[in-house]
């Protein structure tokens, strides 16, 4: 199959066959996240790939110019660290890239330097997705630290700093304490996506101390029923100026990054505090404190305040300590748990008084371990960000969530009963030279204003226009684009481009990768053009049509560079993983809309899931993954790319199994076998040569046909909407039992010269448009079949099969389930009696039974009354009696069975006979009346479904 695979990337790439220029069809752009090459491949990488090059393909099948590019996201300073590692031949680094990236030592040698490391694995992916079959137009290939993109992203910088949108000052960062530099999301081996949130900082008071506790939500500070300490973790008072504060030393650990002069005063007993009460600052009333295992002593301070209607961790927390007849006994403090009740201070549409309460029972939350408790939180605080009311509280009733949380925290910070900490939302983030990161505030740093509200409006706007693939993702990015502050965009080292005007500074790797679409459109002229050339006017004229460029890029070459980008954008898809919805996808839209006209906003968007490798999560520095490129070996591309669109839909996560990819092998070399199936029935070899379909008069034939038809039909709309496993199980999965089914209709048939033809030419119909419909998924399979079988050109040029919707036969469908219906009876009366019949008599339902349904579907539910008066009425039989028994089956009945109008089931059984006798061994009769009914079987015949008797 290599060798075949191979063959046909040859082709492909000798014919410049998924090269696109602008010509006069409708256009699709789509891209995908490029890659940041610093290890090898693996197969998660190959689903993300995977699932764009489907959809180009499927697309170009249909008539459209696709272009589906790639490049190589090599900015940051993951290479730099991993380069200083290999030099002092770090052992864990080593073994990493030696037996997990299989680098030959040779080559691992040279990896001193980050240039050659990004060089090396960018090369490696250009193969590897190559070997996979990808459609990419590779004439625009770049890296991100070449002089051209460089020029790019500083016209990019310099137009967001003229709108406002770039300021300097204070910023949080993610930063690694062992290397003392920032990091960004490609420096991780864990954490990657996790954003940084601001958390309010509560001083509850107590005594001379005060318990300092961190929130993400201060505006429940008036529904605070108590404090949570976790008793088993270290807790210390610090001095903070003339302030003495009690948090955990793991919180310490993390602020002493964010605020000068906090230093370490003496340990505290933690169970000493429990039962003892602190000031709310905002209401003055006192809460107890209370022991809670849920309490993370690594975020935020390590105290947390307890807000029951709210916060579905403090409703459980609070139901699991009142039920805890050990800790209430060892605190003394049960009579004072038992009288605290949950305070409802927000109004939420759909939900009663206490919505922490509602989100526990919804999502099933045992205890304070469950771990469903996270995502019940998540839901409900996303809830009430974007739709609570503030509510039984003076001065804030009727102000929604997000205004009140500002008032609080202006509140709390003028009367110095609060202050403001950050920390990750997910931990751990853990930097690739294994160190836990922290939040760390960084001095004049430069930072985009995604806080801006001017700005988030358009963002919202260029949201509202696009297309979010799966749709439920849309209410994530309306969070988020509400959620976001102000992004550190810059670092101090590492590679990529300098701030255009504060050298000192690089742009990190997220805030030089959100517009870079617009210049796939130009990337291909760039080999021709000095990159001094490309001043800032230059971009203006090309992208936002200025007319200010009159520099040394003359036409026609300039007027072909500014043709192609407006004939390809806006940017019809860009597709990116679930992790990057609150960050790149976010800013994606941020600089669409402050940049480009609304024109020229992106389109659509499709959210990945993850991959999950035999049940576990994939991990490249944990070793466990498998290469794509090993992948590719064992397996072939083709069985690859089936199964990974197999087996989820792309937002979904998917699960890499290798006992499932050896079926989907098995499944993939039964269709390659289906083209010998239909030759050796036809008894010659089959073209497709200038084919046609011509009549067709069996049912059995019709029926398959029909079957066909509807798989065209869903998987097509499947595959619009990036339905990949849909599509597959439509065309594939479904669609084999469909084909298995008229194998075993048509054996006894194939003896028969005449039907042996008609079905030769229905089978070669079918591998004509199945092959077609296969070649996304499978295109080398699908290229090698189409030139075996003299299909024109190749087969991904060829033009998607269209459902024909005068093959798709409602009745040919409902007939062939009667067919099915008898046999399956008929065995199972045979199994059941253990008898062997002579003789099977099957009896279709009369007339006034057709008519009895009729009015029953009419009436359009099991209403007996209705159904029995109108049968009377219309006089449709003699025996009322029979009437009446009936209409109450029917209406059982009605509701269950699809009525597709009145069957010639007589006939449909005589055609049927010769399957029916050699499936029952028997000889079948088929009657419309009972003249012969030894049993008095007839009265059970209903519509769709005869009755039997077997002699």
């Given amino acids: ?50 699932v764009p090059d489907v959809y180009a393909r499927f697309k170009r099948m249909q008539g459209y110019n696709v272009l589906f590019p790639m490049a190589w996201h090599v900015t940051g300073a993951p290479v730099i660290g991993i380069a200083k590692r290999i030099e002092r031949r770090d052992p864990w680094t080593l073994n990493i890239y030696e037996n997990v990236h299989k680098v030959s030592k040779e080559e691992l040698n040279k990896f001193t330097d980050p240039e050659y490391i ?33 020029k790019f992203v500083e016209w990019q910088f310099r137009k967001l700093k003229s709108k406002g949108y770039i300021g300097k000052g204070k910023h949080p960062v993610k930063y690694c304490p062992e290397e003392m530099n920032p990091v960004g999301d490609h420096d991780l081996l864990e954490g990657e996506g ?92 006192e809460h107890i404190i209370l022991p809670a295992s849920f309490v993370d002593p690594g975020y935020g301070s390590g105290v947390v305040y307890s807000v029951p209607a709210h916060a579905p961790a403090d409703y459980i927390a609070l139901k699991d300590l009142k039920e805890n007849e050990e800790l209430l006994e060892k605190y003394g403090i049960r009579e004072k748990v038992e009288k605290i009740e949950p305070i409802s201070i927000v109004k ?117 226009q696009e297309n979010i693939v799966p749709a439920e993702i849309r209410a994530n990015f309306e969070y ?147 290469l794509l490129n090993d992948a590719i070996e064992t397996y072939g591309a083709d069985v690859v790319r089936l199964f990974l669109m197999a087996s989820a839909e792309p937002w979904q996560d998917f699960d890499w199994r290798e006992n499932e990819v050896k079926g989907t092998k098995r499944r993939l070399e039964w269709f390659s076998e289906f083209a010998d199936r239909v030759a050796e029935i036809k008894g010659s070899p089959v073209s497709l040569k200038d084919f046609e379909l011509g ?87 699908s290229e090698e079949l189409w030139s075996k079988l003299e299909g024109e050109g190749f087969v991904s040029n060829a033009q998607w099969p269209k459902y024909n919707e005068d093959l798709i036969d409602e009745k040919v469908g409902k007939a062939e389930e009667i067919v099915q219906g008898l046999a399956g009876d008929i065995n199972e009366i045979k199994k059941i009696t253990g008898t062997e019949p002579n003789k099977i008599h099957i009896y279709v339902a009369p007339e006034w039974k057709w008519k009895v349904f009729e009015i029953a579907k009419d009436i359009g539910r099991p209403d007996i009354g209705r159904i029995m008066g109108e049968s009377i009425k219309q006089n449709l039989h003699d025996n009322k009696k029979e009437i009446a028994d009936f209409a109450k089956k029917v209406a059982r009945e009605v509701t269950k069975i699809k009525y597709v109008g009145r069957i010639d089931e007589c006939s449909i059984i005589d055609e049927s006979q010769d399957f029916l006798s050699s499936e029952a061994g028997a000889e079948v009769l088929v009657y419309e009346k009972p003249t012969y009914d030894p049993k008095g079987k007839f009265k059970n015949a209903m519509p769709y479904k005869p009755a039997i008797y077997i002699e």
């Fill in 348 to 464: 939420l549409e759909g939900f009663r008084e206490f919505p922490a309460q509602e989100i526990i029972e919804k999502f099933g939350v045992k205890n304070q371990k469950d771990p469903r408790l996270s995502d019940a939180t998540n839901e409900l605080y996303k809830l009430e960000h974007a739709k609570g009311v503030m509510a039984n509280i003076p001065n804030y009733d009727g102000l929604k969530v997000p205004s009140a949380r500002d008032e609080v925290i202006k509140n709390l910070l003028e009367a110095k009963k609060g202050d403001v900490m950050y920390d990750f939302a997910e931990k751990p983030v853990v930097c690739r030279c294994g160190t836990e990161c922290v939040v760390k505030i960084l001095e004049d740093q430069w930072f985009l204003k995604y806080s801006d509200e001017q700005w988030k409006q358009s963002t919202y706007n260029c949201l509202a």
């Fill in 480 to 626: 988020y684009i509400g959620w976001l502050e102000d992004w550190a965009c810059s670092r101090r080292f590492g590679l990529g481009t300098k701030m255009p005007w504060d050298n000192q500074w690089l742009i990190e790797p997220l805030s030089d990768s959100t517009i870079y679409m617009a210049y796939y459109t130009i990337a291909k002229y760039m080999k021709d053009i000095n990159p001094d050339d490309l001043d800032d006017s230059f971009f203006d004229d090309v992208f936002l049509d200025l007319g200010k460029y009159s520099g040394n890029v003359k036409d026609p070459l300039f007027e072909d560079i500014k043709h192609e980008f407006n004939y390809w954008y806006p940017l019809d898809w860009r597709l990116s993983a679930k992790d990057l919805v609150g960050n790149h996808l976010s800013f994606h839209m941020f600089h669409h809309s402050a940049i480009f006209p609304e024109y020229k906003w992106p389109n659509g968007i499709v959210v990945f899931g993850m991959g999950l490798l035999e049940g576990n999560k994939m991990s490249s520095s944990k070793g466990n993954v498998i």
């Fill in 695 to 781: 009549e067709v008069k069996k049912p059995i034939n019709k029926w398959i046909l029909s079957q066909f038809n509807m798989r065209i039909k869903d998987a097509t709309e499947a595959l619009e909407g990036f339905q990949t496993r849909k599509a597959l199980q439509e065309l594939l999965f479904i669609f084999k039992k469909d084909i298995d089914h008229y194998f075993h209709r048509i054996e006894h048939e194939l003896g028969d010269r005449e039907a042996k033809g008609e079905i030769s030419n229905v089978l070669t119909y079918i591998l004509n448009g199945w092959i077609r419909l296969m070649s996304p998924f499978v295109p080398h399979t």
């Fill in 194 to 285: 996790v954003a940084i949130n601001e958390l309010t900082l509560v001083k509850f008071k107590l005594g001379d101390d005060y318990l300092v506790a961190a929130t993400f939500r201060p505006e429940t500070l008036f529904g605070a029923t108590n404090l949570w300490l976790n008793p088993d973790e270290e807790y210390i008072r610090v001095k903070l100026h003339d302030e003495s504060w009690i948090i955990t030393k793991k919180a310490f650990d993390n602020i002493i990054h964010q605020k000068k002069d906090v230093v370490i005063d003496s340990s505290i007993d933690a169970n000493g505090l429990i039962g003892q009460y602190v000031k709310n600052p905002l209401t003055d009333e």
């Fill in 118 to 150: 990004v060089k090396y694995f960018s090369t490696e992916y250009h193969d590897v997705m190559q070997s996979m079959g990808y459609s990419i137009d590779w004439r625009r290939e770049f890296r991100t630290t070449d002089p051209h993109y460089k």
């Fill in 1 to 50: 199959m290599n060798e075949i695979e191979k063959k046909w990337q040859k082709k492909w790439a000798e014919s410049h066959l998924f090269e696109s220029n602008p010509d006069n069809k409708e256009k699709i752009f789509l891209t995908v996240a490029y890659p940041y090459p610093s290890g090898a491949m693996h197969i998660g990488h190959g689903r993300t790939y995977t």
